[in-house]
């Protein structure tokens, strides 16, 4: 199974020439077909949702079902009131949650107005930050679940990673190599290299799960630094690991994977055993 390169977090926005929403396709939203999902009846039963959540689930199913993609506008206010038989308030509540969802920007101005967008990992790690930080969460839960993951992510991109990714993964380790002591590049291409694997794997959920866990386990916002030895020895493990992706080993992946955690949380614990127990928070996110 081959696998495509992966939506990176700083992947330009492509844009499409598709039509925007049009209600003719669709049966629109009113009044009356909400109603009903809005009453709970039965005792227990779930809080049914506020319009504005179901005319936000409408309009993403909407762009699904008519294939838009980024840069496509959304119909104007004046359409999108008319179309789902709502008042003002309700679709803008909706259209900033979609918004804060990283679904659609909104552009101010004459010409203006919804245009869909590309959410990334960095959504889902906001969101994920946040349930851990109530959780009150520790930082070594993060850095144990990638060690549990990425072993069997490792495995899988060695059975399926094709040329294309191969390359980039080449051209981080070498990038890695000739700038070490630099400690920007070094975290940069630290991240890229578990992306891309992730990526290789060829199942999107690790791939999007995985890149948004890096978000939050950026340990260089806790304070955790890496001098030159520490840089070439992480340098050393890649090439190891990349090297039995590249031939095609599976096992031999993973455990060089799983190796690497291993080495990754023990240094954590001889140099930096108080951010093991630092809680997670929202706030330290890297911007």
């Known amino acids: 199974m081959k696998s495509s390169v992966h939506p990176s977090k700083k992947s330009p926005v492509h844009t499409s020439k598709k039509p925007p929403v049009h209600t003719s396709k669709k049966q629109p939203v009113h009044a009356s077909n909400i109603a009903p999902m809005l009453r709970g009846n039965r005792e227990g039963q779930q809080r049914p949702p506020k319009t504005a959540a179901l005319v936000a689930r409408t309009i993403v199913s909407e762009i699904s079902a ?11 206010e ?12 309700t679709l803008r509540e ?5 918004e804060m969802q990283g679904l659609i920007t909104i552009k ?3 010409g203006g107005g919804p245009t869909i967008s590309t959410p990334g990992s960095r959504y889902l790690a906001g969101t994920l930050s946040i349930v851990l930080q109530f959780a009150q969460t520790p930082f070594r839960a993060i850095v144990e679940a990638r060690s549990v993951i990425e ?8 059975t399926r990673i094709d040329g294309e990714h191969l390359q980039l993964i ?3 380790l070498e990038r890695m190599t000739a700038n070490t002591g630099n400690t ?11 992306d891309l694997i992730a990526w290789a794997s060829g199942n999107m959920v690790f791939g999007y799960l995985l890149s948004s866990l890096q978000w939050i386990s950026d340990g260089s916002v806790l304070g955790v630094q890496y001098p030159e030895w520490a840089q070439r020895a992480v340098s050393k493990v890649h090439r190891g690991i990349y090297r039995s992706i590249a031939a095609g080993n599976a096992e031999q992946a993973g455990t060089r994977m799983q190796d690497h955690y291993a080495q990754y949380l023990g240094y954590l614990s001889e140099y930096y055993p108080e951010v093991l127990e630092q ?3 929202w706030d330290r996110l890297p911007t």
Not at 66 to 75: E, I, N, T, V, Y
Not at 151 to 158: C, I, L, M, S, T
């Open 66 to 76: 008519l294939q838009l993609s980024s840069g496509d506008m959304l119909p104007s």
């Open 94 to 98: 909706a259209l900033r949650f979609l």
């Open 279 to 281: 809680r997670i928070s």
């Open 108 to 110: 101010p101005g004459p």
């Open 170 to 172: 080449a051209a981080s």
């Open 78 to 89: 004046k359409e999108m009131l008319s179309q789902y038989s709502v008042g003002r308030g």
């Open 184 to 194: 920007v590049v070094f975290l940069e291409e630290n991240a890229r290299f578990h």
């Open 151 to 158: 072993p069997a992510v490792a495995a899988a991109a060695a």
